[in-house]
Every structure is written in structure tokens, then in C-alpha cells.
């Protein structure tokens, strides 16, 4: 297990240093260097710290949306959360989303589906917040149709934004018609009477295949979709949906209040709040596509594209999203690790630890 965890770190480094090099490939090489050592890094202290706020509030979200179902204490959701945003930063695959659920059944005894709906509920708070904010920026922004950027092996332009913003609203979607299917009782009831009349289709199979096939395999399923449900219970009180909501605006603002400040530092450019605002929305359209861990590369893209609608120099542009880019990272990383050994969860084990579907339905 552990090998499986040192192979997927190398493989994730090896990734993102090939992202970042197929993203930078084109950009002077001095020019770059030149960029981030004329930065002043003192800026990065109050833009950390701004990081750091913003996922304590993403901690205050999750531990509102677990108390539906159970009540934990702030820092218990906290550790889990960032070590689960750690370890999507250093492996692929997005395995965080399942360590967190899996710390939670370890030392809270939160069941493993339940622990996977409230992520999915935040997910839908993120996806639905991205959206709102997307439409005030597009709205707000006239981008040229015509303007053309090219970045290493990324060729972007309005239509770029137009397909990855149409994706951002299907994958919203689906999450939100999922999260109702198995959340209101007759339609529950009915997808659940589905599954266990399935072994009945297996006509040619042995009453006695029929019946392990159901014990086995249909009967946990269903458990499993009555844990998804109690971690989505939160959508049947519009006061609870209120409060998530205005978590997620939080986390926005002061993330995107995180970009202006280290901007202050870094020269060759000077954007309004709401400019830079906009800015982190357009590299949030651009990292909500699979890509390596970290989001290295495509972050970078969505960057340098976001900050030429406002007339950045490339170089500039490309400096300073790369410096921030390990600004808004690192420390989610540094502190992942903190969590991990404040709380003794074995990193390894929770990212490649696999469950039967019995034992994680409880």
C-alpha cells in the first residue's frame, strides 16, 4: 500500500512538472525568472493568511452540512478536509474526495456514503456558487471574440470559456438531480425496489446465485443509497441551504480577496479587486476539468487568458499566476500534512484503503 502511494506521488509530480512544462515552454525562460524574483514576497504573508481563512470557513460549511446527520466538532472536520485537499494536490485521480469521507468513518464512525453525500452536497454549494459568479462576470467582461491567446499547448479564446462554462452547469446538474433522486422517499423507495428485483432478471442462474447475489450485492446497495440520502438531508430545510449558501459566498470572496492582495506585490501590472475577482473565477472554469494534481498547467492557462482581457503583459501575467499558484497550494499542502499527523490518519492508508460496499454502508 505503500508503494502504491510513493508510486502515485512520483507519478503526480512527474505530471504536473510535464503540465508546467507544456504550459511554459513558449515563455522566455529569463524573462520568467526575472518576473518572480522582481515580486515582493511579503505580500504572500496576509494572502496566506487569507487562504488559510477561507478554508476554515470551507471546515464551518462541511461541519453545517454534517450536522444534518452528525454532529462533530469544528476541528474534527477541519483535519479531514485538509488533508483531503492536500493529498488532491500531490496525487491524481482526486482520491482527497474519498480520504475525507474515510477519515470521517475511522475516527467519527460516520458512515463511508454518508461522508461522500456531504462532500457531494459541498460540491454542489461550489459548483452553484461558481455558476452565479460566472454569469456576473460574463456579463460584466465583453470579451473579444476574436481575441486568440496561445499557451503552450492550450489554444483559448471566448469559445474556450463558453464550452467550459456549459460543462460547469451540466456537472452542476447532474449532482443536484442526483442529490434529489436519492433524497426524496418515493423515488428512493422505488430505485431501491429496482435493485432488488434485479437478481429475478439472472432467470437462467440458481435460486441459490439468486439469492447471494442479493445478500450480497443488492441489499448493501440499497443501505448504501440510504446513507447517501441521510448525508444529503440537509436540502430539506431551505434555512440550512441559506446558511451553506452564504458559507460558499465567504469562501469565494475572501479567496479571491487572497489573489488581490499578493497582486499588490507583483509588478508590471495593477488590477482592481473585482477585476482579480474575476480573474480567479475564469482559472476556476479552467481547473473544474480532470487534470493533473495540483490543477498545474491548466491554472496557469486560465491565468495568463483571464488577466490579457484586462491588458497584463504575458510575462507578467504568467509570473505572477504561476507565484500565486503555489501561494493558494503550498500551504494547503504544508497544513494537509499538519492535520495528518495531529490526528495520526496514515495518508497512504486512507488513499488507497478499499472498502467492500457492505462494510462502508454499514
Known amino acids: 500500500m505503500k508503494n502504491h502511494f510513493l508510486i502515485s506521488l512520483i507519478a503526480g509530480i512527474a505530471l504536473s512538472l510535464t503540465a508546467l512544462y507544456f504550459a511554459f515552454r513558449n515563455v522566455p525562460l529569463d524573462d520568467l525568472l526575472n518576473y518572480l524574483i522582481s515580486i515582493n514576497y511579503l505580500w504572500m504573508v496576509p494572502?496566506?493568511?487569507?487562504?488559510?481563512?477561507?478554508?476554515?470557513?470551507?471546515?464551518?460549511?462541511?461541519?453545517?452540512?454534517?450536522?444534518?446527520?452528525?454532529?462533530?466538532?469544528?476541528?474534527?472536520?477541519?483535519?479531514?478536509?485538509?488533508?483531503?485537499?492536500?493529498?488532491?494536490?500531490?496525487?491524481?485521480?482526486?482520491?482527497?474526495?474519498?480520504?475525507?469521507?474515510?477519515?470521517?468513518?475511522?475516527?467519527?464512525?460516520?458512515?463511508?456514503?454518508?461522508?461522500?453525500?456531504?462532500?457531494?452536497?459541498?460540491?454542489?454549494?461550489?459548483?452553484?456558487?461558481?455558476?452565479?459568479?460566472?454569469?456576473?462576470?460574463f456579463a460584466a467582461i465583453d470579451i473579444n471574440p476574436e481575441l486568440e491567446i496561445t499557451f503552450g499547448d492550450f489554444q483559448l479564446n471566448r469559445g474556450t470559456l463558453e464550452v467550459l462554462f456549459s460543462r460547469i452547469i451540466l456537472m452542476g446538474i447532474l449532482l443536484i438531480a442526483g442529490m434529489i433522486f436519492v433524497s426524496i422517499a418515493p423515488i428512493r423507495s422505488a430505485i431501491q425496489r429496482t435493485i432488488l428485483a434485479l437478481p429475478a432478471l439472472v432467470f437462467f442462474a440458481a435460486e441459490s446465485t439468486k439469492k447471494k447475489l442479493r445478500v450480497k450485492v443488492c441489499e448493501p446497495l440499497t443501505r448504501f443509497i440510504d446513507n447517501i440520502a441521510l448525508g444529503f438531508t440537509l436540502i430539506k430545510d431551505p434555512r440550512k441551504i441559506i446558511i451553506c449558501a452564504i458559507y460558499s459566498f465567504l469562501v469565494w470572496i475572501i479567496a479571491a480577496f487572497s489573489y488581490y492582495v499578493f497582486s499588490l506585490g507583483s509588478p508590471g501590472f495593477h488590477l482592481s479587486y473585482t477585476e482579480m475577482f474575476a480573474v480567479m473565477v475564469i482559472i476556476c472554469l479552467f481547473i473544474a476539468l480532470p487534470s493533473v494534481p495540483g490543477f498545474w498547467g491548466l491554472w496557469e492557462a486560465g491565468g495568463v487568458f483571464a488577466m490579457a482581457l484586462f491588458g497584463v503583459p504575458s510575462n507578467a501575467a504568467a509570473g505572477f499566476t504561476l507565484a500565486n499558484h503555489a501561494v493558494q497550494m503550498f500551504p494547503v499542502i504544508i497544513v494537509g500534512f499538519i492535520s495528518a499527523i495531529i490526528t495520526s490518519v496514515n495518508i497512504w492508508q486512507v488513499s488507497y484503503e478499499k472498502k467492500s460496499v457492505k462494510s462502508q454502508t454499514g
Do not use: Y
Request: glycine residues 6%; proline residues 3%; contains cysteine.
Open 47 to 137: 494572502a496566506v493568511f487569507l487562504v488559510l481563512v477561507s478554508f476554515f470557513i470551507r471546515a464551518l460549511r462541511w461541519q453545517f452540512i454534517l450536522a444534518s446527520s452528525h454532529k462533530i466538532g469544528i476541528w474534527r472536520a477541519f483535519h479531514p478536509m485538509m488533508i483531503g485537499f492536500m493529498i488532491n494536490c500531490i496525487l491524481p485521480g482526486r482520491l482527497g474526495e474519498f480520504a475525507r469521507p474515510a477519515i470521517l468513518q475511522k475516527k467519527d464512525k460516520v458512515s463511508f456514503a454518508t461522508g461522500i453525500a456531504t462532500v457531494a452536497a459541498e460540491r454542489i454549494f461550489d459548483v452553484g456558487t461558481l455558476v452565479a459568479f460566472a454569469v456576473i462576470t
